[in-house]
């Protein structure tokens, strides 16, 4: 086995191996959260007319000025706060590479870091990359909040980092003042780095978001990342982004310049003309997400698979025990691999974003970022899972 030892026990990710299976039985692909919609014009415009009048060179360590520019007026609009974007931000490959940096520019072999499960899958394979060791805490369904007191315990002496994720993948959780307010306190009581992983801020439909970051005294102790993937549907780009104070910031880039040095120079371009979109860009964007969510939950709900409506991001849970307990296998995967073979959707099976693999092994996860006419075919195939499961 040439795979090395600290990545072996990850395999190979759980988005490939569903949209393989999609591909193959021809299922519609409610699995991996990408689009099957094009991003905006004027963003490709811009980042074509980069490449045609801009040298295609390597670009700066940090990112190319115009964007760390238009991604410190971007934080200023949403919180108040001045950036300096020499010292305060680094464009990435995407959050992915703003996570794998941020972690591996800050902690030292057998530090712990705190993080929720459910969890995207990058995060605990990249703690272990970095030669730390992960420690969860559950989100349990319903709510899908934590219990703060289960927070606490998980923080030890060797503790250096809480990894956060609101809006959150895959549940849809945000998390509210009082969660965040727990997390800061301790954050200060134990001198902890806060990473928080913020790519859907602009997918929230019920609750508000707010960074950690703008909390009293969390600026100095926080890495917010972001990118460009979601917010403009543009997720083949992999543009990506780490705000932090200067210190912190040190370290991402300590890490960022050995791991890629820079970004694709046109594409920064293009994301420095998006990040200048107007507020109506952000509405519309949320309005239109907030129905595709409403159409795919309403369904899941009166088709008998029970939900919670997520309040942001654009994942939805459910509970599939009303009809994988008919399947010889009863688990998330059984399930998955009967719903595209029998079903014709593909979905995810969540039990691979937990450390307790149990925990998730009841629930699938279903992407809703598709057309409404891709969303209403799969909606229509759904209608058969009754029959389908039946005939098990
Ligand atoms: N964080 C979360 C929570 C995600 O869901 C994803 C991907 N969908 C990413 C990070 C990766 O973002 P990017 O494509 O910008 O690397
Ligand atoms: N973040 C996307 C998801 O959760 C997919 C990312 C990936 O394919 N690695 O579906």
């Given amino acids: 086995m040439p795979v090395a030892q600290r990545l072996a026990p990850f395999g190979t990710t759980i988005f490939s191996e569903i949209t393989r299976k999609a591909l193959a039985h021809e299922a519609i692909n409610l699995g991996q959260g990408f689009p099957d919609f094009e991003g905006p014009d004027f963003v490709k415009d811009a980042a074509v007319a980069a490449m045609r009048e801009h040298p295609n060179q390597y670009a700066p360590l940090a990112g190319i000025p115009t964007l760390t520019r238009a991604i410190a007026d971007h934080w200023q609009t949403r919180t108040g706060q001045e950036l300096d974007p020499s010292a305060q931000v680094t464009v990435t490959n995407g959050a992915t590479e703003a996570i794998a940096a941020s972690l591996l520019g800050l902690l030292n072999p057998g530090d712990e870091v705190v993080l929720f499960e459910p969890y995207y899958d990058s995060y605990r394979a990249c703690i272990v990359l970095a030669g730390g060791t992960p420690r969860c805490v559950p989100l349990r369904w319903p709510d899908f909040r934590f219990d703060p007191g289960e927070l606490a315990r998980a923080i030890t002496p060797r503790t250096r980092a809480i990894l956060v994720n609101t809006p959150h993948n895959p549940t849809g959780r945000i998390f509210d003042e009082s969660e965040l ?25 019920d609750a508000l978001h707010r960074s950690l970051s703008v909390l009293p005294g969390m600026g100095e102790r926080t890495i917010t990342i972001s990118s460009l993937g979601k917010t403009f549907s543009l997720t083949g780009w992999k543009i990506g982004w780490a705000i932090a104070h200067p210190d912190l910031t040190r370290a991402v880039r300590a890490a960022h310049q050995f791991l890629t040095f820079a970004v694709a120079t046109p594409l920064q371009h293009g994301a420095a003309a998006a990040l200048g979109a107007a507020e109506w860009f952000y509405a519309d964007l949320a309005k239109d997400f907030r129905g595709k969510r409403d159409l795919l939950c309403d369904a899941l709900e009166s088709l008998g698979l029970p939900i919670v409506r997520p309040q942001g991001g654009y994942f939805v849970i459910a509970d599939h025990t009303g009809f994988s307990k008919v399947l010889d296998r009863q688990d998330d995967l059984g399930f998955c691999d009967a719903l595209i073979e029998r079903v014709g959707v593909a979905a995810i099976p969540p039990s691979f974003f937990y450390e307790h693999a149990e925990l998730g092994r009841p629930f699938v996860r279903f992407a809703f970022c598709k057309r409404e006419e891709t969303l209403r075919a799969a909606i229509a195939r759904l209608e058969r899972i009754g029959e389908a499961f039946g005939s098990a």
Wanted: with cysteine.
């Fill in 181 to 205: 307010r727990s997390i800061a306190e301790l954050c200060h009581r134990h001198d902890l780095i806060a990473i928080t992983d913020e790519v859907y801020e602009h997918l929230v439909y």
